[in-house]
């Protein structure tokens, strides 16, 4: 017989591979080991030592242990109207995922008029002042996305002071204490030529745009996004809710 922390590791290196576990979720952590499969911390401890010997996660210590990305093209998979992946923020998903990310900021300036975006059918509006943070995404040196947000400054004040990896729905909900009522998101396909953007690309490539309205309590819009993802290098899923169905 096996013994109980290899197929425990087993079990959950089987998840990933169907699917259940994806690049970034994290794995069952010691103590829901511990009550899910009654066996000790050492034994729960070596089970997921395991499955990171195993190259199939990576602790983060203080947070947990995470399923790493192990496809070869970098493929990343984002899931679309999932609260959980939009308050882990790009920049966290991407060290879950085994990734070194980079920043380049290309833009970070004030408009004090604001800005206004049509998502879903939906007219979206935030009011001046409005900053405007404009930059390029890395995984691994690899550019993954070309990512605009407006951020209202009357919601969030100084917010321009902040670093700009940061997980600002994170910042929201902790910092300002604002309540995340829905987030709006459209998913569409462009075609990007060489030399008329900011990916590295020697021939027509297609790329997902995204678009996205982040509204807390009394439909107050807080953040806009739009941005460019690789559509060489990326995956969408999408989060069915049954009352929408």
Known sequence: MKPKFIAISDSIIEKIKAGELLPG????????????????????RKALLEIESRGWARRIKGK???????????????????????????????????FTPKNIVLEKTILENGISSEINGRHF???????????????????????????????????????????????????????????????????????????DIRKPTPAFVLDSAVICTGEKVVEIERSFYHGEKYKFAVIASPENG
């Open 25 to 44: 979720d994290q794995i069952p952590s010691e103590n829901e080991l511990i009550k899910s499969f009654s066996i000790s911390n050492t034994t729960a």
């Open 64 to 98: 947990g242990t995470y399923v790493l990305n192990r496809t070869d093209d970098h493929h990343l998979l984002r899931t679309l109207g999932s609260i959980y992946a939009t308050r882990r923020g790009f920049h966290d998903s991407l060290i879950a995922e085994g």
């Open 125 to 199: 509006i935030i009011d001046g002042p409005v900053l405007k943070l404009h930059q390029l995404r890395y995984a691994d040196d690899l550019l993954m996305k070309d990512e605009v947000k407006y951020i209202s400054l009357n919601l969030c004040p100084k917010i321009n002071r902040m670093p700009t990896e940061v997980s600002y729905f994170k910042v929201y909900e902790n910092s300002y204490h604002l309540k995340i009522d829905e987030v709006q998101q459209t998913l569409s396909v462009t075609i990007m030529e060489p030399n008329t953007n900011n990916f």
